[in-house]
């Protein structure tokens, strides 16, 4: 199976999957105990195995081009949010808010903000790197 040696093979001055995953697994037991909501800022590729993880779907067809919609918006968005919101039956709920896009008012026109920042110009307090 070609993804299987994909997900095992370690580029030049890089890491493979299989070692990315092992780096994220103290995050994810983080994750999975949090009782508050959590966000995650983080490259691309621990984004998606991440979702992958909490999607319940194979964490080696991340390395392909994405597919789905929440996929797309991490692969190719660079302002956007993916949120995960647990269901009852342990599964997700996947919903992306673009932050590109104008935030609109509650009758659905564009509203404008001068307060509104762009997230790359937002400052944080980040406590851990993935």
Do not use: W
């Not at 995650?40 to 991340?62: M, N, Q, S």
């Not at 660079?78 to 932050?99: A, K």
């Not at 903000?113 to 400052?123: F, I, T």
């Amino acid at each position: 199976d070609d993804s299987r040696l994909e997900f095992h093979q370690r580029y030049e001055g890089g890491e493979s999957y299989a070692d990315l995953v092992g780096r994220l697994e103290p995050c994810l037991l983080r994750l999975e105990e949090a009782m508050d909501p959590v966000l995650v800022i983080a490259h691309v590729f621990p984004c998606r195995v991440l979702r992958a993880y909490f999607l319940g779907r194979e964490v080696a067809r991340t390395l392909h081009e994405p597919t789905s919609e929440g996929a797309c918006a991490l692969a190719h968005a660079n302002e956007c949010v993916l949120e995960l919101e647990p269901q009852l039956g342990g599964t997700y709920r996947e919903r992306i808010h673009d932050l590109a896009a104008p935030p609109t008012s509650d009758n659905g026109v564009a509203a404008t903000n001068p307060k509104r920042r762009r997230l790359g110009e937002a400052q944080s307090d980040v406590c851990g790197s993935l």
